[in-house]
């Protein structure tokens, strides 16, 4: 049996800024990431064994130095990674609404080893964190993606 990770991922946007129209880069929300070892990706935590999600949630938040929206979370992706190498667990994700955030509220790295940068749209990287996004903003049904891609609910049945 493979082993498999649970992550809890904060989806945290900063609003568009319309002051200036002309300016495409910035009509878009931006998303806050956590950078390790040069790498973003989102701020989140492995669930610990019989952990709720709200408290996973509530860890990151803390670590960051954010509230979180009211409960309940609301749940914005699911996204299962299959493991990559022999050593690697097979990896679910969920992206819960970690709110909005100003773009000068971390005005410091969250700690020596990481720092935070807010993403553009078009340099996200992960497609499930796009989708979050987009869940997010349109609010939409949840996405449930495999591997990055998008599943249909009747695919779920077989």
Known sequence: MTERQV???LLVHCPADTRNPLDSARLWPRVLQVVKDGVPSPPGVVLRPGESIQRAAERTGAALG???PPPP???LAVDQQ???DAGQPEELAIFVDGGCAK???FTAPACDRHGVVWTPVEDLGRVALVY???TRLLAVEPAML????PIA???LDG
């Open 103 to 105: 773009e000068d509220t």
């Open 82 to 84: 299959p493991a990559t």
């Open 153 to 155: 609910c009747e695919d």
């Open 146 to 149: 495999v591997e990055g891609m």
């Open 7 to 9: 992550w809890v991922f």
């Open 73 to 75: 979370l609301r749940l």
């Open 132 to 134: 979050a996004l987009r």
């Open 66 to 68: 954010i509230a979180l």
